[in-house]
């Protein structure tokens, strides 16, 4: 078992060697992902980075540093998943009321997916485990 990458948001453009308009850009066991972070399609930028990192085969990451807001978060956590789930996230340092936020978000959200998804026997009130009142 290898331990989680850890991304952090970098307002500096990536260095020469990476090509300065990249979106995404590596260091010792870190990621790094340069987006300015008060533009209007900051949060479009930061969930393309987080499909960039899955499609590259990263499925353990941790988000790190300040610059992290639950928004950022949420918008990363929509790129990094796919629909086969085998990814392991780490919001990071965080209050309890927005780690509650975001897991809301993940629960409500992988149910609405599986309903969708699902099979007309497998969604069927009384087969599914999850009830809407958890909510």
């Known amino acids: 078992m290898y331990s989680a990458i850890r991304v952090k948001l970098s307002t500096q453009p990536a260095s020469v060697a990476w090509g300065e308009s990249q979106l995404v850009s590596f260091g010792a066991e870190q990621a790094f992902i340069h987006v300015d ?64 936020e975001l897991n809301d978000l993940q629960l409500t959200t992988d149910w609405v997916r599986r309903m969708i998804n699902g ?7 009384r087969h599914w485990p999850l009830k809407l009142s958890s909510f």
């Open 37 to 100: 972070c008060q533009a209007d399609d900051a949060l479009r930028r930061i969930q393309m980075a987080g499909r960039k990192l899955s499609a590259q085969g990263f499925n353990n990451v941790r988000l790190d540093g300040e610059r992290w807001d639950t928004e950022r978060r949420w918008a990363f956590a929509n790129g990094f998943r796919t629909a086969k789930g085998n990814e392991s996230l780490d919001w990071g340092e965080l209050e309890a009321s927005e780690l509650q």
């Open 119 to 125: 099979q007309p026997d497998c969604i069927y009130p």
